[in-house]
């Protein structure tokens, strides 16, 4: 039988309970992965954990934790390593999006993105390399977008936080090459998850009409869907990239090009 992608790596997914991060979890787990499924809500964690097992037959934990502070990032890292020994893999996934141009962002509004979008994965990524290093490296995926490099004009805040993830990435790369440890950024396009369906539903846009703006507006004729994103994170944390690191894979469907 051909040996899976992920088999025992134990990853790290932060806001794994919905979205682009639940498909990430799973198709993880279907690799053989262990995933610690990261999030807020507690009963869609629990479902994800229980889908895992029943449909995968990997293990998994959901922990619940508000990443926007430095002490839960460390609970979660360390809730980690405490059950499972180690770990291998952290995909920085969990995000906020909220709309705000230059001239409408609030202060509050700049904190509260970026308290989840850059200072959550910053401290995420603080504790797994201490961990990683004290195992065999690993493997950090940032969850990124187009918006990370100039950004959409209504995004102000969201797109600077994306810019700095971007800092993130090669930062840790060009510092932790030597502990084995990798990161790397996938360049989301856009993906109709629960949370962008969501937002458009409260602009008065239907998940339809969602979908027919992709459709238009993305190059490839469609809306990317989590398992796009999965299959570039699965590779991103899996043994096939360990010459890898510092890169930008865009799965995006050629926006912005
Ligand atoms: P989503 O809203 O459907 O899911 C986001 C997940 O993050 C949820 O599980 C949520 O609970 C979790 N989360 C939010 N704040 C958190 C916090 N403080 N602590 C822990 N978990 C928290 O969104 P999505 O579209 O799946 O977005 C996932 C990532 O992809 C984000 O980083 C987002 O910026 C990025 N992205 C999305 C798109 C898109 O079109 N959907 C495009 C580019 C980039």
Redesign the pocket.
Known sequence: MMRKRLENKVVVI?????????GIALMCAEEGATVIV????ET?GVAVVRHIEEQYGTEAMFVQ????SEA?CAQLIDSAVRRFGRIDGLVN?????PRGSMINTTEALFDSIF???IK?AFFCSMYAIQAMQKAEGGSIVQ?????GYKGNKELAA?SCS?GAMLTLNRHIAAHYGRDRIRSNWIT?????????I?LHENLGISEDELRKRGESYVPSGR??T?EDIAYGTVYLLSDESSQVTGTELHINGGIGL
């Open positions: 932060t806001g794994a309970t919905q979205g682009i991060g639940k990261n999030g807020k809500n869609d934790a508000d990443i926007s839960a996934n969990a995000g906020i999006f308290a989840v979008n959550g969850i990124g977008s187009t918006n969201y994306k989301v396009g856009w993906v109709a998850s629960e949370g962008e969501e809306l990317q989590p």
